[in-house]
Nanobody
């Protein structure tokens, strides 16, 4: 029974930055992989980034490489997504998710079906 709560979304101008947080309760995140997905109106939910709790390996979608950074605070059971140089195309609802049966690596795009627990989403709007 893992509950995930996202925060940190909002309105930002192009070129600005936001940091999203995903706090887990009900269970520790040890042994899980954490990820961020996003979904814009009329589009499929896409994987943005993934973080393996065991070894720290990460995955980033090509569209966000060099701009977004995923990290984890073990003591707080919280995963972060630092988003820099934001563009209007980044506008979407961002969801955090947990998986128990996978790890993350640079060559393995993530899919929603691989994840077991989801947050409610937080809106990110980049307005030009």
């Amino acid at each position: 029974q893992v509950q995930l709560v996202e925060s940190g979304g909002g309105l930002v101008e192009p070129g600005g930055s936001l940091r999203l947080s995903c706090a887990a309760s009900g269970s520790t995140m040890d042994g899980y992989a954490s990820a961020w997905f996003r979904q814009a109106p009329g589009k499929e939910r896409e994987g943005v980034s993934c973080f393996s709790h065991s070894d720290g390996d990460t995955y980033y979608a090509d569209s966000v490489k060099g701009r977004f950074t995923i990290s984890r605070d073990n003591d707080k059971n919280t995963v972060y997504l630092q988003m820099n140089s934001l563009e209007p195309e980044d506008t979407a609802v961002y969801y955090c998710a947990l998986a128990t049966m996978l790890w993350c690596d640079d060559n393995s795009p993530i899919a929603p079906s691989d994840f077991d627990s989801w947050g409610q989403g937080t809106q990110v709007t980049v307005s030009s």
